[in-house]
């Protein structure tokens, strides 16, 4: 190559496909050990956040083919989706995508205005209005009482419908994260939790595999410079550093320090959540400050918050300290003196 060395600064669009581009190995995991419902859901959010997007770019008077072009829309669907139980009624998914779309989104005035992330605020939505139905998740393959096959699934989504003789309890689980934090309150230590066959190696049956995929997505992202290192090394790194120091004071009560990195949505906080770069700091310290506390702030609300896992929480709590973090990390102007 020759000089002048000049970079192809990628579009929204191309940027946010590479994005759902890295989610797939995750989805495609997540519906081998969970079932097809999960399809069902970004499926049915994806058509939700476009039908929302338009609707709302139609009442602003903006264009609406090249914004619905961007994928961002399609990205919100696809986070929300996979932070809620698969199995949850078509409705749910309909009124947190909607919620996400219109009101976090447009309402600040759309792409590249909005100070809290998207997903997460659908997400906390239906958590604090729908607590019930946030925490029926679906046991993984050869776990549950009952598999539910694709007909199944689609029937329970849509009309809340299961086969004769089954309850919803034959077919779903608390999540590891829940699982433990229930038991743990009850006096159970932690050696005697870890040997349900709901856990594994590093975390809960099946959704280690999942993490683990979100993992290789997010490697394609930094590969490809979509992100960088900062944020999720930093945020894995606080929540490792944390969890590791409660485990040493009692490992009998508190878990290993890759449990947490591996269950929940740590990975896909880390690499596609808090990467967000609308609502996550502009400069290098700062990005260090918001992913160290999103970190912290999510173990602290796994292990003594009332939710089992903490990462929509934690990210919408440093989003609001987004505009402080910046203001008191900038960079001195070149040339500038003192205070002046």
């Not at 290098?284 to 918001?290: N, V, Y």
Request: charge should be positive.
């Amino acid at each position: 190559m020759f000089s002048p060395f000049i970079t192809h600064a990628g579009s929204v669009r191309e940027i946010m496909f590479k994005v759902l581009l890295a989610l797939t190995p995750g989805i495609a995991i997540y519906a081998w050990y969970f079932g097809p419902a999960i399809l069902i859901s970004i499926t049915l959010a994806s058509l939700t956040a476009l039908a929302t997007e338009a609707v709302m770019l139609k009442l602003r008077q903006r264009p609406v083919l090249p914004f619905l072009r961007d994928n961002s829309a399609l990205l919100t669907a696809w986070l929300l989706a996979l932070s809620i139980p698969p199995l949850a009624p078509w409705w749910l998914v309909v009124v947190g995508t909607m919620f996400a779309i219109s009101i976090s989104k447009h309402l600040y005035g759309g792409l590249g205005s909005n100070p809290f992330n998207p997903a997460m605020v659908g997400y906390a939505v239906l958590i604090i209005s729908f607590p019930s139905h946030m925490t029926s998740w679906i046991a993984p393959q050869g776990m549950g009482q009952l598999e539910l096959g694709f007909i199944d699934q689609l029937q329970y989504i849509f009309a809340g419908l299961l086969p004769n003789g089954v309850s919803l309890d034959a077919v779903s689980m608390a999540t590891p994260l829940d699982n433990l934090k229930t038991h743990l309150h009850s006096g159970h230590a932690m050696a005697e939790i870890v040997k349900e066959p709901i856990y594994s190696y590093l975390g809960g049956r099946g959704s280690e595999m999942v993490a683990l995929a979100y993992v290789a997505g997010g490697a394609y992202l930094l590969a490809n410079r979509i992100i960088t290192w900062h944020l999720p090394v930093t945020f894995l790194l606080a929540l490792f550093a944390t969890a590791g120091l409660f485990h040493l004071a009692d490992a009998s009560h508190y878990a290993p320090p890759l449990f947490h990195l591996f269950s929940g949505a740590a990975m896909l906080g880390a690499f596609f959540i808090l990467t967000d770069p609308v609502t996550s700091p502009t400069t290098i310290r700062g990005k260090f400050i918001f992913a160290a506390g999103a970190g912290f702030l999510t173990y602290v609300i796994r292990v003594f918050g009332g939710f089992p896992d903490g990462i929509a929480f934690a990210t919408l709590l440093m989003n609001i300290c987004v505009p402080l973090i910046d203001a008191y990390t900038q960079p001195k102007v070149f040339g500038k003196k003192g205070n002046k």
